[in-house]
């Protein structure tokens, strides 16, 4: 079976330093991966996905996660945070044997003036 | 473009009392369409999913149903509702298969439950 692990469950960043989101999946095979952001109270909106391509992701708003088989790892990563990134993030593989997506159990960040 | 409505925003209901949740989406066919829940400070739970009118998978057996009369809607139901039914509901959509694609949500109901 498919799951991802969501090292942090809060991040907090002051804003203009890097941001780190730390995500380690397990799959019986190669896998796709899926970043999501939530922002209070609003649906889920897609900031990257890797699905066996370049193993260096890049996505909407400045981030970027890399694909690193050998450490199982799917790390979201922005140089410099801005307000507007505080939010919920979702790291998510998908789960062919039954066709549907699992979802880690999320991270905070915070991000501070 | 594709759009994806949910409705109500929000909803404050009496335990006992029935429910109704309702989405639709815009712009595509014969999608995939699913109902989460999002409990306060968990992941999302994945209801149930749809691939077709009238083919519904439950994932998790409890108090809620859901149904899809049309091609573009699915509705989220109980015949009464618990103080766990509370929580934050989002549809989404997709098409084709979860591998390459990505699923697109709607902006969720908040349902308190009292």
């Known amino acids: 079976a498919q799951s991802v692990t969501q090292l942090d469950s809060h991040v907090s960043v002051s804003e203009g330093t890097p941001v780190l989101l730390r995500c380690n999946y397990s799959s019986s095979y190669s896998p796709s991966l899926f970043w999501y952001v939530q922002h209070p109270n609003k649906g889920l909106q897609l900031l990257l996905k890797y699905t066996s391509a370049a193993t260096l992701v890049k996505g909407i708003n400045g981030f970027e996660a890399e694909f690193k088989k050998s450490e199982t790892s799917f790390h979201l990563t922005k140089p410099s945070a801005h307000m507007s990134d505080a939010a919920e993030y979702f790291c998510v593989v998908s789960d062919l044997d039954t066709d549907k997506l699992i979802f880690g159990t999320g991270t905070r960040l915070q991000v501070f003036p | 473009s594709q759009t994806i409505h949910q409705w109500p925003a929000t909803l404050v209901q009496p335990v006992g009392s029935p429910l109704s949740l309702e989405c639709t989406v815009e712009g595509t066919s014969n999608p995939n369409l699913y109902w989460y829940r999002q409990a306060a400070g968990r992941g999302l739970q994945l209801l149930f999913y749809?691939?077709?009118?009238?083919?519904i998978s439950s994932e998790v057996p409890q108090n809620l149903s859901a149904s899809r009369p049309q091609d573009r809607q699915f509705i989220l139901s109980s015949k009464k509702l618990l103080l766990s039914d509370s929580g934050f509901y989002l549809c989404?959509?997709?098409?084709?298969?979860?591998?390459?694609?990505?699923?697109?949500f709607g902006p969720g109901t908040r349902l308190t439950v009292l």
């Open positions: 749809s691939v077709g009118i009238g083919q």
């Open positions: 989404a959509w997709s098409v084709g298969r979860v591998l390459n694609n990505e699923q697109f």
